[in-house]
């Protein structure tokens, strides 16, 4: 009987190894394709052990100079990416959407992009591109949940937030906008379902569409009169806000989406109903 428990325990314990093996083994997949300036980046998939990519300077001699739609999007494992010198184009779905992720690097002698504290710019600083989500404070309790939630402010020069720059970076809790923002892109914070309220800044003048879409912990949004452009389901989903305070008098001058408002599903009828707006409410009344 012992010696079958132990023959029994040994091939358990052999199928596990082999595995083990199989699963550290799995290969890394990088399809580049060729383009007008080079080769660019079309698809990364590699195993979850894998912590860090860095993309290739060059394919067959020829300089990698894009990373394009999705790339390296949905990459769960990755906490570094390393661009090189040569990547002039990074498409804004590229690099959304991976949880961990601490830090993007970007070598120095790139003329077009730079990496600040792990967040992606464009070289003069005036573009924030890409928030790693793991990054900024963020810490996890013993059950692998956010225990701290990161804090970032935006570097004084930015004037815009591009398209899906901090794309469903849920360990994201605060952010404080600088006073030269002017656009905040589509998606830039959709499904940022941990941010909590903040101040928009006096010189905004564009807020894209789906934006702020389901951020489930804003409860109060003021827009300042610099506000020119809300676009379609800027702020969907994110129901937890009661009412927007705004600081022009009226719609005069502005553009707003027929879906801008967040709607809600009352839970005792099939009405849907829409968050209220205030007009005319100045920043020193702002609640």
């Not at 023959?7 to 358990?12: I, K």
């Not at 849907?272 to 009344?285: A, I």
Request: proline fraction near 4%; glycine fraction near 6%; charged fraction near 25%.
């Amino acid at each position: 009987m012992l010696k079958k428990s132990a023959a029994l325990l040994m091939a358990v314990f052999l199928l596990l190894t082999l595995a083990s093996c199989s699963y550290e083994q799995q290969e890394i997949t990088e399809e580049y394709v060729q383009t007008e300036n080079g080769y660019a980046l079309k698809r990364f998939e590699g195993p979850s052990t894998m912590a860090t990519f860095t993309v290739k300077d060059a394919v067959d001699g020829t300089p990698v100079t894009e990373l394009l739609e999705f790339s390296i999007a949905n990459a769960e494992y990755l906490e570094e990416i390393y661009i090189g010198k040569n990547i002039s184009r990074i498409d804004s779905w590229a690099l959304a959407n991976c949880p961990k992720l601490k830090a993007i690097h970007v070598d120095e002698e790139n003329p077009y992009f730079c990496s600040v504290d792990g967040v992606l710019f464009t070289k003069d600083m005036k573009t924030l591109l890409a928030y790693p989500n793991n990054s900024h404070g963020v810490t996890y309790d013993w059950t692998g949940a956010y225990a701290t939630f990161g804090q970032y402010a935006v570097p004084d020069c930015v004037e815009v937030i591009n398209d899906r720059a901090f794309y469903k970076c849920t360990g994201l809790g605060k952010i404080v906008f600088p006073d030269n923002l002017q656009e905040i892109g589509i998606r830039a914070f959709t499904r940022c379902e941990n941010l909590e309220n903040f101040e928009l800044p006096n010189t905004l003048v564009r807020i894209g569409e789906d934006a702020f879409s389901f951020c489930a912990k804003l409860t109060k949004m003021y827009i300042p009169a610099s506000v020119e452009t809300i676009e379609d389901y800027a702020f969907f989903g994110a129901n937890a806000i009661e009412k927007f305070q705004m600081e022009r008098a009226d719609e005069s001058g502005m553009s707003l989406s027929s879906t801008w408002l967040p709607v809600k599903q009352k839970e005792s009828s099939l009405i849907n109903e829409t968050t209220p707006v205030e007009w005319g409410v100045g920043r020193d009344q702002h609640e």
